[in-house]
């Protein structure tokens, strides 16, 4: 009807400064491009929204690597421990076993010694129900949040970020925390530490089975990225030659207000409301812990303009948090899984607001995954550029709930359209911050084996 059409028009204005035209994610590409460029500076560095990490991974892997190591996971919604073995006959990472230990809500916020404890005993039982605990295996720790990393085995939290806060880590040595609780235990002790951040481990999980992978994105709970940067551009570590991965961190882009002109009153009040106001803006518009509250904000302000739902609320919908963000790869889906969602929140509706709900969906999802390919975009664009190839082949390892849950033509659409002379093949990573951990101590030690032998 005439009054469905009117209504229809209203709400896609409504929803018109999520829509990125391709100018304006060039524009957002050229500016995250200098950004990278600060956080590389040797000066600029200090203050450079985007922190642009060394992480002392020097080399991909090249298929030689061996042996049995452990892995660690956290960063996500839960911590792992795995027990990987790396083949070289067959060129196999193979995951031996693995345990998943939840990390409740009060460790989250609490001291930082109640964390590493917790991990410590997870590590303990899952090492004595694989009858491990007399070997003294290489570990990898995939630790998902920025880190000032000194050397393979030394990294310092910078800070938090998703729903982590425990006091008493920041400005701390992760490694060194890992090895204080373990030895308050002093039951069972661990080889060499090579300390990993999820986007590094998934390249190097990817790296074994295609040596064209040098750069690695998670768009999960968090996003962020890593790629293969020329040493001489690296100022803040010695050496000119050869090449390091480089932790992007770009969930901090636009924290120096780069990105106010995009940002929409929904952005603003979830980074107001989120537990580090003024941290990781670019982060909040794109990944999984935040998407879910945008689309609810809107459609709690549409329903307030009449717009939804007869103008009627429901307690879920008035809620925080409580429109999780697996609803909208849900509501994506279909028309029918849309209705029975909103029934499912309580919510009074008709055939047209169902279809509204799945153009805020559609639409706020696929703003996360047009900024997406802008960043990605611009890392590979600058490999190209740094390596002074007319065209670059390369393949991005990817992980993270969003990227697998949503429809990924979007994103690859847009990186074709930014990265015009770039031949990108994705490869969602399996098992990725696990077994890239172990790739990571796996090439570290061949490595130093190397060098050794060269002395
Ligand atoms: C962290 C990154 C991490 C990303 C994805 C961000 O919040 O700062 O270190 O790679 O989440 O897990």
Redesign the pocket.
């Known amino acids: 009807t005439v009054d469905q059409l009117t209504r229809v028009e209203e709400v896609e204005k409504y929803l018109e400064p999520f829509q990125l035209s391709l100018e304006m994610l060039q524009e957002v590409s050229a500016r995250l491009r200098k950004d990278l460029i600060r956080g590389l500076g040797k000066r600029s560095h200090h203050k450079a929204p985007v922190k642009m990490l060394p992480t002392f991974v020097r080399a991909t892997p090249d298929g030689t690597e061996k042996g049995d190591f452990l892995a660690l996971d956290l960063?996500?919604t839960n911590f792992r421990v795995l027990h990987v073995r790396v083949e070289e006959e067959e060129q196999r990472v193979l995951k031996m076993n693995s345990q998943i230990c939840a990390i409740p809500k009060e460790i989250m916020l609490g001291t930082g010694e109640q964390l590493f404890d917790h991990i410590a005993a997870c590590l303990g039982e899952f090492l004595e129900s694989q009858k491990l605990k007399g070997q003294t295996l290489p570990l990898g720790f995939t630790f998902?949040?920025?880190c000032e990393q000194l050397g393979i085995d030394k990294s310092i939290l910078i800070r938090w970020?998703?729903g982590f806060n425990c006091s008493g880590v920041e400005g701390k040595d992760v490694v060194k925390l890992l090895k204080e609780a373990i030895h308050r235990r002093g039951d069972y002790d661990i080889g060499t530490v090579a300390m990993v951040?999820?986007?590094v481990g998934t390249m190097m999980s990817c790296g074994y089975r295609d040596q064209n992978c040098e750069i690695g994105m998670?768009v999960?709970?968090?996003?962020?990225a890593c790629y293969m940067e020329e040493m001489k551009h690296v100022k803040r570590v010695e050496g000119e030659d050869g090449r390091m991965c480089i932790?992007t961190?770009w969930?901090g882009f636009g924290d120096d207000g780069s990105l106010n002109d995009i940002v929409t009153e929904f952005d603003v009040e979830v980074d107001k409301t989120s537990i580090n106001p003024g941290i990781?803006i670019f982060?909040k518009m794109i990944?999984g812990m935040y998407l879910g509250e945008i689309v609810r904000l809107v459609l709690v302000k549409m329903t307030k303009d009449q717009l939804l739902f007869k103008g009627q609320m429901s307690e879920a919908l008035r809620t925080p948090e409580q429109f999780e963000t697996k609803l909208i790869s849900e509501i994506e889906d279909g028309l029918d899984n849309t209705k029975k969602i909103l029934t499912t929140l309580g919510l009074d509706w008709e055939p047209v607001d169902a279809c509204v709900v799945r153009l805020v969906c559609d639409t706020i999802s696929s703003r996360s995954a047009r900024l997406c390919a802008a960043a990605l975009a611009t890392l590979t664009n600058r490999i190209r550029t740094n390596r002074k190839l007319d065209h670059l082949k390369t393949t991005v390892g990817v992980d993270?709930t969003v990227y697998r849950k949503h429809p990924t033509i979007e994103l690859q659409k847009a990186v074709c359209l930014l990265a015009p002379r770039c031949d990108i093949t994705f490869l969602v990573s399996e098992d990725g911050s696990g077994k890239g951990a172990a790739m990571v101590t796996a090439v570290a030690q061949r490595e130093s084996c190397v060098r050794s032998d060269d002395e």
């Open positions: 960063g996500g998902s949040f920025p970020t998703k951040n999820d986007t998670i999960g709970t968090g996003t962020n932790n961190e969930g990781h982060e990944s993270g």
